[in-house]
């Protein structure tokens, strides 16, 4: 299971960066400076793409989602529970 927390938190930590980069870029004035961020931003989002298409977090997600089904039909079925 160490293996999932990895996972969810090298996406988390690559997903701080784009946002990190993505606001500098906005108020970067230099050209050299904000080409830079550019493609450190497009780094960011493909290596983010390339852990979250890998088939740990498809299988992660989707037991995820499973679970939250269940709960939505528990809730339906039996009320929330607060």
Known sequence: MS??????KA???WREKADFLQ????????PPQKFTLKRQ??????NI????T???????????????????HRELAFGAVN
């Open 3 to 8: 293996w999932e927390i990895d996972l969810w």
């Open 41 to 46: 931003i497009e780094e960011a989002e493909g």
């Open 54 to 72: 890998e088939p740990m977090y498809e299988r992660m997600r989707s037991h995820r989602d499973s679970r939250s089904q269940v709960n939505t």
């Open 49 to 52: 793409e390339e852990l979250a």
């Open 23 to 30: 606001s500098h870029e906005a108020i970067a004035a230099d």
């Open 11 to 13: 996406i988390e930590r």
